[in-house]
């Protein structure tokens, strides 16, 4: 153990703080922290009409704040560039010695092997190699660069850091434009067979409900997504978190139309999350995006939808709770995510 510590120190990782006290038989033992510095990743959260990075060091910390600038509708190569921006606005360089990787939550189908990205239909994006894009506008190797789905990045965030620490079984329900779900399973996260587990937003919860995007009707993200919302509220000429804080304002001054239209929200909400508590048995469910600013004034009829569709058995036993990263969850996850190489072989620093 005393090989490893020095080992970890020396490579700036870890630091001693004296010996801890000890009554017992045997040598004190080191007190050793983490050394949040001395391994840094750029977290990179691509929305719909954002970019937004931060820097975070190792045990989650964030040495630099949230940064953040507007899109609209931008090319593959034209975030790439954005993103590159951003890092320099950060004061990142490729050659930064502390800087080891860089981690990317995309609202999209993403394969984490490379960073591929077949699909993701809010950005109009497909078939786009952003792993390769991405390396090439910060000039660094495509093997420090990680991409992810944001609901998946979200879970990890909110697993390791937020609401969901210390539960083994979690699902992070991520409402923006569309609705995704990031699955912990047994303490680790649920991928699937190509990275695409959790495409919850196209899960069938109103039969006579509205066409989806993806051409089925009574999808869930066409039922309880940011359009439904607004569209319930009466909200035009708006959208973002803009239009939802203004439905949120009027909801807290008691605007009836406004109160319906939540409620309302709920009510599909609870119904998507009920058929996930029956399919994964989960301790918690972690709600992210538009969800969490909304959590107070929906939970009422959330939870009874909930309670409709799930079995008592198992709805007994799993707690749904607003995000504690709030949005930052994608951020952290994203860290984590690159940061995770480094911690799988602390020699590659």
């Not at 320099?88 to 050659?95: D, H, K, M, R, T």
């Not at 709805?315 to 709030?326: E, K, M, Y």
Request: hydrophobic share 50%; charged share 20%; net charge negative.
């Amino acid at each position: 153990m005393a090989d490893l510590i020095h080992e970890l120190a020396g490579r700036g990782l870890v630091v001693e703080d004296g010996m801890s006290s000890t009554s017992g038989r045997g040598r004190p033992s080191p007190i050793v922290h983490v050394r949040a510095s001395g391994a840094v990743a750029l977290a990179v959260e691509l929305g719909v009409e954002s970019v937004a990075a931060a820097t975070i060091g190792l045990g989650g910390q964030v040495l630099q704040q949230r940064v953040e600038l507007p899109i609209v509708k931008p090319s593959p190569r034209e975030t790439a560039r954005l993103v590159a921006e951003l890092a320099a606005l950060l004061g990142l360089a490729p050659a930064d010695r502390g800087v080891v990787g860089v981690g990317v939550a995309v609202p999209g189908l993403t394969r984490r092997a490379d960073g591929f990205v077949h699909l993701a239909p809010n950005l109009g994006w497909k078939n786009v190699d952003l792993g390769r894009l991405l390396a090439e506008a910060l000039g660094m190797p495509a093997e420090r660069v990680h991409v992810g789905n944001e609901a998946d990045l979200g879970a990890l965030g909110e697993h390791r850091r937020g609401a969901g620490r210390g539960c083994e079984n979690l699902v992070f329900v991520s409402g923006e434009v569309g609705i995704g779900a990031g699955l912990i399973i047994g303490g680790r996260p649920m991928l699937g067979a190509a990275g695409y587990a959790g495409e919850a937003g196209h899960m069938l919860v109103n039969p006579d409900g509205r066409r989806c995007t993806c051409g089925a009707s009574g999808c869930w993200e066409t039922e309880a997504g940011e359009a439904a919302l607004l569209r319930a509220a009466g909200v035009r000429g708006m959208r973002g978190v803009t239009a939802v804080n203004a439905v949120v304002d009027r909801v807290a001054a008691g605007d009836a139309s406004a109160v319906a239209a939540v409620a309302e929200i709920g009510h599909w909400l609870g119904m998507g999350v009920g058929n996930l508590i029956n399919l994964l048995n989960p301790e918690v469910v972690v709600l992210g995006g538009i969800f969490q600013p909304l959590f107070p004034f929906l939970r009422d009829p959330m939870l009874r939808a909930v309670r409709a569709r799930s079995l008592d058995e198992v709805s007994d036993l799993v707690t749904v709770v607003p995000s504690a990263l709030g949005t930052s969850a994608q951020l952290h996850g994203a860290a984590e995510m690159a940061l995770a190489v480094l911690l799988a072989d602390p020699s590659l620093r």
